[in-house]
């Protein structure tokens, strides 16, 4: 039967013969699958942000808005250990993060006390010019607040936005050629390269999710 990389339903035990190997993310997913609470979408989602981030971007504090399980966070630690710590925050309580959590933790231990996970707003997080700024799904006009934080502190931004509104978020006057979609996420490379970031696009497989558009921008060096 096929295993469907987009779906919903919660990775158990029954599923760890899927990942039989021995790489990274096959460890990884059978290791949330003994969490037997993340949902499969979530893995797969996770995965393809956090290694084409950690292609460009290296060390830095990492700092995961809109967090849910806080999977990438860990999964960032995870694949470049240079990055000592990260703080994990998302405007509602997920439960179910402390056991994946400690899952990872169980099968990874030097990532014990590495990743703070916080219930809060975006606004009471003090960003640094060293950051790593991510944010996975982060709905509608609260890619562009990420984004905005992490121009006024310089940091580096690495996003995959959703839930495109032409009511809440700035199409910049092109949806006379493109999508809606589109025209949000052309203006949002737009402002960080006005705001003298160099920006790199990617996509990650639609066969995950279409709402597949990486961005991710990084400060140039300012003279002086």
């Keep these: 039967m096929p295993f469907d990389p987009s779906s919903r339903a919660r990775l158990n ?3 760890l013969d899927r990942f039989p190997g021995e790489t990274l993310f096959d460890r990884v997913a059978r290791a949330v699958c003994e969490a037997d609470c993340l949902p499969r979408k979530e893995l797969f989602e996770s995965w393809e942000v956090a290694r084409r981030v950690r ?3 290296r060390g830095r504090r990492v700092v995961e808005f809109a967090a849910g399980h806080a999977l990438v966070a860990h999964l960032l630690l995870l694949l470049d250990d240079s990055s000592e710590r990260a ?5 509602k309580p997920v439960p179910s993060a402390a056991r994946v959590a400690q899952t990872l933790v169980s099968h990874w231990p030097r990532l014990k006390g590495r990743v703070e996970r916080r219930v809060g707003d975006l606004a009471g997080v003090d960003l640094e010019a060293g950051d790593l700024v991510v944010s996975v799904h982060a709905c509608g006009a609260l890619s562009d607040t990420v984004i905005d934080r992490a121009i006024r502190a310089r940091a580096v931004v690495a996003l995959l936005p959703c839930c495109h509104d032409a009511d809440t ?4 006057g092109l949806t006379g050629f493109l999508s809606i979609p589109l025209a949000v996420d052309t203006t949002r490379v737009a402002r960080l390269r006005a705001a003298e970031y160099d920006v790199f696009t990617q996509t990650i497989p639609a066969e995950i999710t279409p709402q597949n558009r990486l961005i991710l921008g990084v400060p140039q060096e300012r003279e002086g």
């Design 87 to 91: 703080l994990a925050i998302d405007a």
């Design 169 to 172: 978020c700035d199409t910049g």
């Design 13 to 15: 035990p029954r599923h």
């Design 55 to 57: 292609r460009r971007i």
